[in-house]
């Protein structure tokens, strides 16, 4: 599998999602991924870009577009120093938040994905990659 | 921070997003909304959002938001123009937003909160017994 194209975006403050949305619809857009598509993992981005910026301080986005034969896909690694997730588990459950959110973030992204991995432990930061492949909404 | 224009038109506010909000301009949208309501004393509120081409978890409790504090302050709200993609993804994201009434588009969200304030009976001549 190759990477055709990376880029790494800082995200420190709410404001910044914005660009987030903006960045990787372009990449999706690159890829001729459909509006559905297109939308999906948008949407995907903007909860882990706000949970970067709410819960671990800010982070990078590191924006992949993947190659592998004929299949086409944007992977987005989500990255931040902050606190870590103790019981990923627990925060994955739709509705479960220790801040002020709808506790949606997570296992919306997780459903509007391909696939889903978060590396995290309690003072380690966290660590959320996720793929969308086109063609597959 | 951007603010989005609210107009006032007779009993009504309309709103038109046409930007990317970030989620302090969607706070500040939701405060001055309720702040007009006092103040003109609104029966609706109609928000479109056919330029949005995504609402996510924040922007979508904004809306659910909004709608519930309008209802407590005796306006109803309809947001009309959701994109389908949109749509698609909110159901998917796991945002039903039960409570916000909706409509394809101005025209139709116009009419639902007529129908609504003025009570049926007003627009098609029909009368109760
Ligand atoms: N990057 C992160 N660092 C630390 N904790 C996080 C991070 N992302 C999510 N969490 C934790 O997971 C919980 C659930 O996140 P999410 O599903 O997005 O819901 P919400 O943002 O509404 O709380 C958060 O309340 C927080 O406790
Ligand atoms: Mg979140």
């Not at chain 1, 870590?84 to 019981?87: E, F, K, N, S, T």
């Not at chain 1, 739709?94 to 949606?104: N, R």
């Not at chain 2, 039903?96 to 409570?99: E, Q, V």
């Given at each position: 599998m190759d990477i055709t194209r990376s880029e790494v975006v800082a995200v420190r403050a709410a404001a910044e999602v914005v660009n987030v949305r903006h960045i990787v619809r372009r990449a999706a857009v690159d890829l001729a991924f459909s509006l559905v598509e297109q939308t999906k993992i948008v949407t995907a981005a903007s909860e882990l870009a706000r949970n970067m910026v709410d819960y671990g301080g800010g982070g990078d986005l590191t924006v992949e577009l993947l190659s592998d034969g004929i299949r086409k896909g944007v992977r987005l690694i989500f990255e931040d120093q902050g606190p870590?997730?103790?019981?990923i588990q627990q925060a994955l459950r739709?509705?479960?938040?220790?801040?002020?959110?709808?506790?949606?973030g997570l296992g919306g992204a997780k459903r509007l994905s391909n696939e889903f991995q978060i590396d995290s432990a309690p003072g380690r930061g966290t660590r959320i990659t996720i793929v969308r492949w086109k063609g597959s909404a | 921070m951007q603010r989005i224009p609210i107009l006032k038109m007779g009993p009504y506010l309309l709103v038109s997003i046409q930007v990317d909000m970030d989620d302090r301009t969607a706070m500040a949208l939701q405060d001055d909304l309720m702040e007009q309501i006092v103040r003109h004393r609104a029966r609706g509120v109609l928000i479109d959002?056919?330029?949005?081409?995504v609402v996510d978890s924040f922007i979508g409790r904004m809306l659910a938001d909004t709608a519930a504090m309008a209802r407590v302050l005796d306006a109803d709200t309809v947001v009309v123009g959701m994109q389908p993609s949109v749509a698609i993804t909110l159901v998917e994201l796991g945002l039903?937003?039960?409570?916000v009434r909706s409509a394809l588009n101005i025209e139709r969200g116009m009419d639902l909160l007529r129908s609504r304030i003025e009570?049926?009976?007003i627009a098609d001549g029909h009368h109760e017994e």
């Open positions: 870590g997730i103790p019981d739709d509705g479960f938040t220790t801040g002020k959110g709808l506790g949606l | 959002i056919s330029a949005l081409d039903a937003l039960t409570g009570g049926p009976g």
